[in-house]
Nanobody, 124 residues
Framework: QVQLVESGGGLVQAGGSLRLSCASSGRTFSSYAMGWFRQGPGKEREFVAAISWSGGSIRYAASVKGRFTISRDNAKNTVYLQMNSLKSEDTAVYYC?????????????????WGQGTQVTVSS
């Protein structure tokens, strides 16, 4: 069983930065692509970013491109999301997830394990 645990969320002012972490249990972390999703108040869960198993391929949602950076450290079984220039519309619960496939899918159904989420609140 794979467990994913997010951390690093909190309250930040607009224009500020946060770095989220997602630690994975299990010995096969480095074999899988990983993704970040978010769910804002009253909204559906949406894709934010994904990274290949090696870190060599990355995909971002248009809404965060240029402001967010996804990365991973396979030696630490951890994936990160650096969030800069935060806006009030970035307020959401952020989830990390493990992809079933090697492609960097934006679809929730292509991810099989999910963390419990971490709250990010951006005040304007």
């Amino acid at each position: 069983q794979v467990q994913l645990v997010e951390s690093g969320g909190g309250l930040v002012q607009a224009g500020g930065s946060l770095r989220l972490s997602c630690a994975s249990s299990g010995r096969t972390f480095s074999s899988y692509a990983m993704g970040w999703f978010r769910q804002g108040p009253g909204k559906e869960r949406e894709f934010v970013a994904a990274i290949s198993w090696s870190g060599g391929s990355i995909r971002y949602a248009a809404s965060v491109k240029g402001r967010f950076t996804i990365s991973r450290d396979n030696a630490k079984n951890t994936v990160y999301l650096q969030m800069n220039s935060l806006k009030s519309e970035d307020t959401a619960v952020y989830y990390c997830a493990r992809s079933k496939y090697s492609s960097l899918s934006p679809w929730r159904s292509d991810y099989d394990y999910w963390g419990q989420g971490t709250q990010v609140t951006v005040s304007s």
